[in-house]
């Protein structure tokens, strides 16, 4: 029976077409980065955020955690297969801000190293509900990474854990 | 109504928009070959209606009758005296000749005319002319601005529609982190 442990709701990763965003559910035996928005190619800025991403409302207490881990969209790390894993603190030229990157390295089921880069971006909605309890921008994307790093410290097994650095 | 018909709508009528404004400050080129029959009286021209202000230049060439022909510039007011005897009492440019090449700014908001009439002879001529008017196109421009402003309204009223049925839309029941904060389960699920 596997466990649902965590949900990150927003993580940001790179796309042909611009970046997208992902929700990250945490079980106690994987990490489903479930495709939310595909977001807008450059040039159509609003109107193509409008056009083109509409963001999927995913049910992620409710849904089978089977069938998000098998939809080709979704990337799926498998904790037990965890090379790397570091959640890293820089300015990112990607989302031009301070920002805390996943980066895992894992082994697919064939054996090949695969890794991951995520940005953890908290939503508009987190940073005003922060903003209204007077938390600053900084803090409250560092709360958002540190809520992160407890969740994964949670799901990941002791191996795992082992392999993990936390930079927050 | 679904708002994304209508988003995709406003999406276009921008896109065509946009183009439409770019074409407005493009130059125009244009070849035409005024026929002058056998008498006097005859004329050809071309006619370029300029917003704002630009320019026009260009050549003309005598390429069948021989003899040379008289080129003007005129403004609307010159033509209007110039059609009405064939008399060019003022002219902004004019030069005779069997070929020859022409500039001229157009100052102002107004209709010009590029004129040949027979210069030498009364014999049937054909001159070819060639040019390139410079400014915007009012056309163009009026166009352009058209089609944004109605492409902007429809896509404010698709957001609207797009937020009227989020708003019905009833959110999943068991939707997790609308705060967008991190979730951690409690229960074994």
Redo the contacts between chains.
Sequence with gaps: MENRIALIPRVMMKGAMGPKDYGLLITDRRSIFVLEKASKAALLGVLGDALLSDKKEVDYAGEDIEKLASDEQNTVVPHENIQKLHLKKGFSSYTMSNAYTLLVDYADPAGKTRSVKAFLVPSNEFLALKKKEGVDKKTAIEEYARSARNAFERALGASAAAKAEWDV | MSP?PV??I??IL?VIGIIGLAWSFQPTKGTTTAELPTGQGYFGYVRVSMWLSGHVEGDFEVTSGGGTVRFFIFDSVQYEDYSYDGIASDSMFAVTGSSGSFSEDLPTTSTYYLVVDHGSTTAAQSVKITYKVSGLDFKYLIGGVVLLAIGAVL?VV??RM?AKAKAATP???????????????DK??
């Design positions: 994304k988003q995709i406003a999406y921008i896509a698709g957001l797009k959110p999943p029941a068991a939707q997790t982190a609308p705060t967008g904060e991190v979730v951690m389960f074994k699920t």
